[in-house]
């Protein structure tokens, strides 16, 4: 029997060691299943819900915003506001309707395979539940291997039963793996905090003990490269309407009774914004930058909420955050500016339709999109 040549031999051995690594290099461009797999009790009501709802209409004549929409004039990328965004909670077009919108990021409670130079630009989010992070670890270290310098989110309202629902000391076990997790394959990665729903005392007691845990179990201070905060009024009371108590508060029955009138103030929304901010100068995060990642108008119309109410409040809130700053709470970076970032609840959403910015059947802006689009014009980068 003739034995192969040892140049042969020599030849088989290399193509089999360029193979291994070549199906090894294919194998990570693939990535794991990046569904979401935690459920949350606000998913059980989404399903009852009908696809369209009573949508907002587009703009009548004469209000605020109602412009014609056969003339609107999508925005170049260059125009749209670094600043101003919104959340997008179907699987609408999100670079169509920022182009009408004006704004220059989103995000959509999930992942994504984007990268930050995009347009526009993509907020990746990790949700949370008791004893489940999606997507998986593996998931996210894909993603964050592979496309760098995004921002994640760990977590969504982590203290809200309604969302992520999990108690401070386990989120800030869960925050500190992920933390490190993203960073160890990705430097140039952002990691923030998941918003809380309002910053009311017991919102920020919650926050507090978030890192309290984080402090005592790591024996260093939380790192943080972003804050962010949901803006939104709502009841904190047991059983009620509302944000409920936060996970992990047990004794508490009550904390700040908002009643449905007061969820579109924009007094209120503001003063949470400054406690907000005076808390983390006081926490020693003065030097890190604030997002506004949830906020709007949640309860229905008939509490007063019109399109044309709704508009003027998105459009007194827009102002003041683009205006508003402080010398000895504000941003240094950001010329003491308070907020950096605020993202709008929502493109569409039809569990809370009130704050809708498109009617998606009509393919158009609402009254209240209408208004945002009027921002983005009048504060173009």
């Known amino acids: 029997m003739r034995r192969p040549s040892l140049f042969v031999v020599l030849l088989g051995v290399t193509f089999s060691i360029l193979l291994s690594v070549g199906l090894a290099s294919d194998i990570q461009l693939i990535p794991p299943p990046l569904d979401m797999a935690c459920q949350f009790e606000e998913a059980e009501v989404r399903k009852e819900q009908p696809l369209f709802p009573l949508d907002a209409p587009p703009p009548r004549s004469g209000g605020i915003g109602s412009g014609a929409q056969e003339s609107l004039t999508a925005f170049d990328w260059d125009q749209l506001s670094p600043r101003v965004g919104f959340g997008l909670t179907g699987s609408s077009d999100a670079e169509n309707w920022a182009r009408r919108l004006g704004a220059g990021w989103y995000l959509d409670w999930g992942v994504q395979r984007r990268y930050p130079e995009q347009h526009p630009e993509y907020w990746q989010m990790v ?31 982590p203290d809200n039963r309604w969302q992520d629902n999990i108690i401070p000391e386990e989120y800030a076990r869960v925050y500190h793996d992920l933390y490190y997790l993203i960073k160890n394959v990705d430097s140039t990665a952002f990691v923030a905090v998941g918003g809380v729903t309002q910053a009311t005392s017991l919102r920020l007691e919650y926050l507090d003990r978030v890192l309290i845990a984080y402090q005592a179990l790591y024996d260093e201070p939380m790192p943080v490269d972003w804050w962010t905060l949901h803006g939104f009024v709502l009841r904190e009371e047991a059983d009620a309407w509302g944000a409920g108590i936060p996970a992990g508060f047990i004794e508490e029955r009550s904390g700040q009774l908002y009643q449905k009138a007061e969820t579109g103030s924009v007094e209120i929304f503001k003063e949470q914004v400054i406690t907000f901010r005076g808390w983390m100068t006081e926490r020693g995060y003065r030097d890190k930058p604030l997002a506004i990642t949830e906020f709007g108008i949640l309860v229905d119309p008939i509490y007063g909420f019109t399109p044309n109410v709704v508009a003027e409040y998105l459009l007194e809130t827009f102002i003041w955050l683009g205006e508003a700053k402080d010398e000895q709470i504000g941003y240094p970076d950001d ?30 802006l609402t009254e209240i999109g209408q208004a945002f689009r009027e921002y983005s014009i009048a504060h173009r980068p």
């Open 127 to 157: 949700r949370l539940a008791r004893g489940c992070v999606a997507p998986s670890r593996e998931g996210i270290r894909w993603l964050a291997a592979h496309y760098p310098g995004n921002v994640w989110i760990i977590g969504n309202e």
């Open 335 to 364: 010329e003491n500016h308070l907020v950096q970032r605020w993202a709008w609840f929502s493109l569409y959403d039809p569990l809370y339709p009130t704050s809708n910015l498109a009617n998606l059947k009509a393919d158009a």
